[in-house]
């Protein structure tokens, strides 16, 4: 059984709006409905986990009404930062969960390739995460914002979601942060912990994160023009 945490706890100040980002609307739809839908539609999810902050039970079982999502999903609390959110989701899963797909709710525009993709090399490696490789190129400055050095891209990769692992992996792995009490960005980190291999997967398609109202033009292009 593979199951989807959606991580949807989060309000992003960096929005500077008093609504909730993952409620902006494109199309008339909020970003986290875009979020859920890819999950939904994906023939390898059997249930959704969404970890919301309290309060935002009605708003959520009324996206699930209005699009007529028909697969299982549960609600499951927020945490003080993102690791303990996704303890929560982990809490909240299946019994049967062989395979847990970690995403951001702000990343509307992932695709049921990298869904499809991503669980492939998690079965596998036992883990595995989205990523776009970088192209720009990378300079490290100083104190002072003067340029030190060059730094070779050729193996740097830009880290999404989804990431995707073993059920067991992860919690073991995220036992570690929270018995540490360390803080991690993102799940792939809480793997080094345990030196667990992650595979990257190559995400073709545009994955990013709203993080800017700036941003919502070219969600809204992406979004109108996703590839299946």
Avoid: H
């Amino acid at each position: 059984m593979v199951s989807s945490i959606i991580v949807a706890a989060g309000k992003g100040t960096r929005m500077g709006s008093d609504i909730d980002k993952l409620f902006f609307e494109i199309g008339g739809q909020p970003i986290i409905a875009y979020t859920w839908r890819a999950f939904e539609q994906s023939a390898d999810i059997d249930e959704i986990i969404l970890v919301i902050r309290e309060g935002m039970e009605t708003e959520f079982e009324k996206i699930a009404r209005l699009n007529n999502f028909k697969k299982p999903f549960r609600l499951a609390p927020g945490g003080k930062e993102r690791q303990n959110s996704v303890w929560n989701g982990l809490q909240t899963v299946s019994p049967n969960c062989q395979i847990v797909a970690i995403q951001d709710g702000a990343r509307p525009c992932v695709t049921a390739k990298i869904i499809s993709d991503t669980i492939a090399a998690a079965r596998q490696m036992g883990a595995a995460v989205a990523a776009q490789k970088i192209t720009d190129t990378l300079k490290e400055a100083d104190e002072k914002q003067l340029i030190i050095r060059n730094i070779d891209r050729s193996k740097l990769w830009s880290v999404q979601t989804p990431q995707v692992f073993k059920i067991e992996i992860i919690k073991r792995a995220l036992r570690q942060v929270l018995d540490r009490n360390l803080l991690v960005t993102d799940d792939t980190a809480a793997c080094e912990l345990i030196k667990q291999p992650v595979q990257v997967v190559e995400s073709t398609a545009p994955n990013p994160k709203l993080t800017s109202p700036a941003d919502l033009p070219y969600f809204q292009f992406l979004l109108t023009n996703k590839p299946d």
